[in-house]
């Protein structure tokens, strides 16, 4: 029978109404390059246990959906060449043995399954530009239509069309909130542009909100939009200037699909000389420390 394999840690948390944070390994596996990406990975994982918080980093392992991995577990995902696994995969993987680093959307089904309430990320997937023809909308979004967990990102990747991601998520049903602006942010950027109609102040807040959510019945997962600081964000111009030389190479490069994210992101990291992957990094710790106050929070109330 496939099983979730949680580690020992994880368990003890779940058991004993603990704060527990999901952790994605996509953005390790795919997202960062080596060797930031492993130091990445047991960075988010410390700066949550300074809080006193458990990580659950998610990963299949030789088919097995981890809950909460190891030290070998950690230098598997960031050294190994997995497969990008998102839900539709989970089964495959587990089936054949194999293994796979889980995206927003798998991850956020997973953790979901072993009880996790709250999950931290980079930034969610979305709509892609060119949907029209494409029709490549993530699965990150669909999956959050029925997934109830809560994630902290800084938004969407502005390589997205963010305005079509957001409408996405209205149609979905998901509640977007912003995290003390009402300013949707664009991942690398502070702000995108866009509004919301709504933001909390606190992570208190954000504990209740998901309360309220679980009583009125909703299965929907609530995304809390998490702007990196002005002081750390990337420089808008260079960052619009890069943004429209990495269209331009997949578009050259016949990229398609799933290889289109971690292509630009790539990209983007190589041709801004490593800044983007400064700002990368600086997001995701601020989303992760963010998760391990809301995740307290939802403790304390439970
Ligand atoms: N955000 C990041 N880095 C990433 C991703 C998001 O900062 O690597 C990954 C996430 O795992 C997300 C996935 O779920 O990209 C979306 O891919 P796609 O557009 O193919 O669904
Ligand atoms: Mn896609």
Known sequence: MTELKLSEEVRNALENNLPVVALESTIISHGLPRPRNLEAAKEFEEILRSQGVVPATIAILDGVPNIGLDELGVDRIANEDLA????????????????????????????????????ATGGLGGVHRGYTTSFDESADLSTLANTPITVIAAGVKSVL????????LETLSVPVVGWQTREFPAFWLNKSGYQLDWSVDSAEAVAQLMKAQDELGGQQGI????????????????HDRILEIAFRAAEQAGISGKAVTPFLLGFIVE??????????????RNNVSLAGKIAKAWAEIN
Request: aromatic content about 2%; hydrophobic content about 45%.
């Open 161 to 168: 069309d963010i305005p079509a991601t957001l409408e996405r």
């Open 271 to 284: 041709e801004s000389k490593g800044k983007s992957l400064e700002v990368n990094l600086d997001l995701a």
């Open 223 to 238: 995304v809390i939009a998490n702007p990196i600081p002005v002081a750390k964000q990337w420089d808008p111009t260079e």
């Open 84 to 119: 990008k696994a998102s839900v539709r995969d989970i089964p495959i993987l587990a089936a054949a043995n194999k293994s796979g680093a889980t995206t927003v959307a798998a991850t956020a089904h997973l953790a979901s399954l072993a009880g996790i309430r709250v999950f």
